[in-house]
Each structure stands twice: as C-alpha cells, then as structure tokens.
C-alpha cells in the first residue's frame, strides 16, 4: 500500500527486487535527489483534504484488487501511466505536487512505477470504478540509466527530496520556499547544542524564537544553526573535569587512608624523645585510654603504636595508675618501657591500714613540703574535705579523716596541694564505702551506726593478716561487745588501739603499762569501741567485718609474734597461747 493519506510508511518496493526490504538509508542521501526504479523517480503521496477546483489535479483510477505476487505495473513514459494500487473506496483528493528523492545505489532495471505528473494533468475529483486492464511487467522496457533521466527538481515548484523514515516533516504551504536541507544529522562531527555545554540555559523571548524555527532531528524544517558560546563551553568542561579530577582524587585518599588503617604501621616517633612532660593516669585506664594520654601530651605519636607496643612488652599490662614524668616525641616502645620504671612514676600508695599520720609524712615527702603542713591542713580543712555527714562531729576522735583516707594509689605531680590530694582519697572512701549499705549493716550487727562499722574494720585489719584473720577477729569483737560477756565484761583489749593512741607500733608492751593508761583510745581500761577508727581500712576487711564467722572465738594470739594468730574460746585455752607465745620469745 502507498503512503497516499497514510503518512510516513513503508515504499511500493516490488517482491521481485533484488533489494526488497532494504530501506537503509546513508548520511550522503540527503542531497543525492530521488530514488528511481528503472531512472524514473519516486514520489510519496500524502493525503490532501478534497478540493475540485485546485490545479494540478490528476485522475487516479483503480481497478479491482488483484493478489499479491501478481500485480502489473506501467511501463510507459513517467508521468503518462497509471499506478494501479489495488481495490479502494470510490472518493476524491486533492493532491499537491511531490518532489522525489534518489537512492545512490545503482540503477535499478527491475521494474518501473509508473506516474501521473501532476503538474500536466486534470484531477476530475473521483475515483474510477472500472477495472484496470492488466499490462505484462517488462523489467527492461523503459530502462533508463542511471543519471540520464531529466531534473524533475530543478524548477521552483519542485518538492523537497524525500528524507529518511522517521524525519520527515510536512511540506510548506504552496508559494513558500523549502529552507535548505540540513544534513547534520548523520555527520559524525555533529556538535552538542544541550545547555550545560553551550552555556544557554534557554530561558527569554530570545530562545523561545529560535525553538520556534527549529524543528525534530530530521532534515526537513530545520532552521540555520545557532551561534554557540564558546566561553561557556569551555567553562562548563572545565567544571566537569576539577569535578571528575577532585573526586578521584578524594576516592584514592580515603582507599590510601583505609589501607593504611587495615594494613599498614601505625605512625610512631624515633629513639627517646627530648623534654619533660607530666601525665596522669586514671585508675583503671585501658592501654588505649593510656595511649590517648600519651597521644594528648605529645608523647607518642599514635594510640595504635603505643597499644601494639604495649602487647609487644611482656610487663606491659602492669602499667598503673599515676602521673608519670615523661619526655615528648617518644617511641611507642621507650614509652612503655619509661612508664614501667618505678621512678617515673609520680604516685603516692597507701597501703591498707595506713594511719593517717604516716600519710601525711608521705605527701610531705613528694611535694617537698615542711614535715607536719599537710597534717595542719588535714585538721583544719576537714569539714571543707568531702567527708559524709555521718563520719562528722564524734568525740574524743583524734583525727576527722582517720579512715577516710582510703588506701590506694593517687597521682601527685610536682607542684600539687596537699589539700587536692586529701579530698582525691576522701572521694575514694566515699566510692568504695558507698558500695555497701553501712548503716543497715551496723544495725544488723547491733552497732549504733556506719561509723562504728568502718571503726570496727580498722581494728581487724590493724591486727589480722589476711581474711580470715579478718573475720574471726570480728567475731571476736562483736562477741566482747555483747552485754552477756563475762570473761571481759564489753573490753576488748586490742594492742592495736594502744599503739594507735602512742603513735607507735610495738609487740612488748607491759601490763602496768597499758592498764594504767585511761585514754579513751586505750580498749584496756575503756569498755566498746574506741572512739574512732585507727587506720584506713580497705575493702576487703570492711566485707570481713560485715560478715563475721560464728564458731564462739572470743580470744586471739599471735603466737609467733609476726604472721601466725591462734584463737580460744574460753580463758583457760587462751591462757594455754599466752604461753605459747612467751616460749616463742624465749627461743628467738
């Protein structure tokens, strides 16, 4: 079927053409002019509304519908013959006048369409019903060769030559010139006209203009090309590329980077470092949190470096808390090893038990201060120290802070205050005791409060040596306090408070000695508990005193005098230790 009121479709190609169904087209076709079936040209033929009147009117006549295979063509001179397309409903059309293009593949002398030249006939406006004589297809009756066939598209009026399917336009309205045919299309140097390349970003009155004369990607309709802004252009390439540059850029460093993190050393500092430098661990710090530390103060270079040298070490996770005088720059390993020497360690201990006045003496000692200022300090800040309000306002004590003063291991740089050091072992006091329910325990053990419990801890660790001493001790003394007691009617008669009153620490004391002392820190000649702690006990031996054993103890001895305690029930069995340890004494 023809393209007669069909728009673009497909071309009245015969079956028995050797190039049948080949409808490629080349970019060259543009400007070749029409193709031809034997030298004669080709038109299209798109539907026109009726008009009788018009000129260039042509008659078309159809006969019946004849099966495929076996349609006869016209081989007569162009535009003499008759286009025989099959049956079609009797009806009229105006047709205008058709250009047609040339193929540049050869000639063909196959077979001929025959045409009606519009320009030289009369259309009556109808169609004939009659039946079209059959006329036998000579492929080589009226072979023209190629190029010898007159210029049907030289005159004014001629159509267009046809385009490519799927770019064809309408043609213009009669009387107006067809613009000149734009081949761009196929050329391989086509150049971008998007907005981002040419700077135009299409907006105003300006551009809506030139959209208005240009039409698809197709030849026809298309109007002169615009002018390109070259400086936007290249402004918008050179965008394009900072932008591509900056983001490979970007992905190698951060795979550099996670390379390094995964695989590589971790940044570490050479030989031992230059300087001096203070830093202060926490109590309980982890190697990393060390080695932020250390990081912080220009120590070590990485955390990492100091972590692997830390695991490196076998002493390595002895490290302890403290302030440490160290030297910046150093290697990870000369870190681990500085803070492994005990004198690099600015930390004051208390051991369990101490007395308050032997630590002052310490904390005189390190911060090079005149003996006895931190013990005027203690006693006139006490209540400004931290203490709860429970360890406040005792009688008869002799220092407020006796127990509070926990034992452990506290950072004192150079040039500290003893009072900042005090309210630091108060506030661990305070952590640790607040582990427990004091004041329920001590009634619970029939004691007045939390006070008297922390007094009883202190006893047991001044005289036991490890728990169990602890907790037989307790008993003892929760035993002498019971109003039922007989054998010492509620006197407990501890060496320990005595020596803690004396200020000494001594094993031979004699008995005219300590019973003629009424101090009421002197547990001899004073009924109950003294009238406050006389150390600072730890942990472990206030859970002892918590929990006492029950086997009826109400008499200790330390037979060899040092390590070994022995524990009676009765008077007679303690009398049988006393001896026990007079012979000990004799032999030594």
Request: a negative charge.
């Amino acid at each position: 079927m023809t393209e007669y009121g069909r728009g673009p479709g497909s071309e009245p190609w015969h079956p028995e053409d050797p190039l049948y169904g080949d409808q490629g087209w080349r970019g060259q076709q543009g400007g070749a002019g029409p193709a031809s079936y034997g030298g004669q040209p080709q038109q299209p033929y798109p539907q026109q509304p009726q008009d009788q009147a018009h000129q260039g009117e042509a008659h078309y006549q159809t006969g019946h519908q004849q099966q495929y295979g076996q349609q006869q063509y016209d081989t007569g001179q162009y535009g003499t013959g008759q286009y025989d397309t099959g049956q079609y409903d009797t009806g009229q059309y105006d047709t205008g006048q058709y250009g047609a293009g040339q193929y540049d593949t050869g000639q063909y002398a196959t077979r001929q369409y025959g045409r009606q030249d519009h320009a030289a006939q009369q259309y009556d406006g109808n169609w004939g019903t009659g039946q079209q004589p059959v006329m036998p297809y000579d492929p080589n009756a009226g072979a023209v060769p190629y190029g010898a066939g007159a210029d049907h598209y030289a005159t004014p009026d001629a159509y267009p030559p046809p385009q490519p399917p799927g770019h064809r336009t309408a043609p213009p309205p009669q009387g107006q010139q067809q613009p000149p045919v734009d081949d761009d299309w196929a050329a391989d140097g086509q150049e971008e006209d998007h907005p981002f390349f040419t700077g135009d970003d299409r907006r105003g009155d300006d551009d809506d203009d030139e959209r208005g004369a240009t039409s698809g990607r197709g030849g026809e309709g298309r109007g002169p090309a615009k002018k390109k802004k070259k400086g936007r252009n290249g402004f918008a390439c050179l965008f394009v590329a900072l932008v591509l540059v900056g983001g490979a850029g970007g992905a190698v460093y951060v795979g550099y980077q996670f390379w390094q993190g995964q695989f590589g050393e971790a940044p570490d500092f050479d030989g031992p470092g230059t300087g001096s430098v203070q830093v202060e661990i926490a109590l309980g710090a982890s190697g990393t949190d060390i080695g932020n530390a250390l990081k912080k103060a220009g120590v070590v270079k990485s955390v990492d470096a100091f972590v692997s040298a830390q695991n490196d070490n076998p002493r390595g996770t002895r490290i302890q808390d403290g302030v440490y005088t160290l030297k910046k720059g150093m290697s990870a390993e000369e870190a681990v090893k500085a803070m492994l020497d005990p004198n690099n360690r600015n930390a004051l201990s208390i051991a369990e038990g101490a007395r308050n006045a032997a630590i002052y003496e310490l904390i005189d000692k390190r911060l090079e201060l005149d003996p006895g200022t931190t013990r005027s300090v203690a006693l006139k800040e006490a209540k400004n120290l931290g203490l709860p309000v429970w360890a406040q306002n005792h009688e008869n004590v002799k220092d407020p802070l006796e127990g509070f003063l926990y034992p452990a291991t506290y950072p004192v740089a150079p040039g500290s205050k003893p009072e900042t050091i005090l309210k630091a072992m108060v506030a661990r006091a305070n952590q640790e005791y607040g582990k427990i329910d004091l004041e329920a325990k001590a009634k619970q053990l029939k004691l007045k409060n939390a006070w008297e419990l922390v007094t009883v801890a202190s006893l047991v660790q001044a005289e036991g040596k490890n728990e169990d001493d602890y907790k037989k001790m307790a008993e003892v003394i929760y035993n002498r306090l019971k109003p039922t007691n007989t054998e010492t009617n509620q006197l407990l008669q501890f060496d320990s408070a005595f020596n803690y009153l004396k200020g000494q620490s001594k094993i031979d004391i004699s008995e005219r000695e300590i019973n003629s002392n009424q101090d009421p820190y002197n547990t001899y000649t004073q009924k109950g508990l003294p009238p406050g702690p006389i150390g600072n006990p730890d942990l472990t031996a206030l859970n002892a005193s918590i929990t006492p054993t029950s086997d009826g103890w109400l008499y200790f001895v330390a037979t060899d005098g040092k390590h070994k305690t022995e524990y009676a029930r009765t008077h007679a069995d303690f009398e049988k230790l006393k001896a026990k340890f007079n012979d000990q004494r004799g032999t030594n």
